[in-house]
């Protein structure tokens, strides 16, 4: 395990059968998305099916432009390979209304969504099946 991997690994913690990853502090939009690609590719490495992504702490940075929704849900998409199931909790003014990168992100296979509080984004993610579970 690298250095970046034993990062995450003590900064995920464990709530009623997800991982949940709260990033903080202020970043430039390159860096939080780096910050939560790094989180979804160490899910998906570790066999972590659902994952909360709570950056209501993380800011600095200005609402992404369509164009840059776009690209960000292709990398998240990519990344998480239909294998992880991601719910974020973002703040308010980061949401779109149209969720467009909720769409982007679901037509390239990945199942995702985004919420302005963390237990509402937990209560949608804990109604989700684990994709990295085997059906019984």
Same mark, same amino acid.
């Given at each position: ?50 994952? +909360? ?68 984004? +937990? ?14």
């Amino acid at each position: 395990m690298n250095e970046s991997e034993d990062k995450f690994r003590s900064d995920l913690n464990f709530e009623d059968g997800c991982a949940c990853y709260h990033p903080a502090g202020n970043v430039s939009l390159a860096e939080a998305v780096e910050h939560c690609t790094e989180a979804i590719s160490f899910a998906r490495t570790y066999g972590i099916g659902r994952l +909360l992504i709570d950056a209501t702490q993380l800011g600095g940075f200005p609402s992404p432009t369509v164009a840059e929704r776009y690209w960000i849900a292709r990398n998240f998409a990519f990344q998480a390979k239909t294998l992880v199931t991601v719910s974020f909790a973002l703040q308010a003014h980061l949401l779109d209304p149209e969720r467009f990168g909720v769409t982007v992100a679901t037509n390239l296979g990945m199942r995702t969504n985004a919420f302005s509080a963390k237990s509402e984004a +937990l209560a949608w993610l804990l109604t989700q099946p684990d994709p990295m579970q085997t059906p019984k």
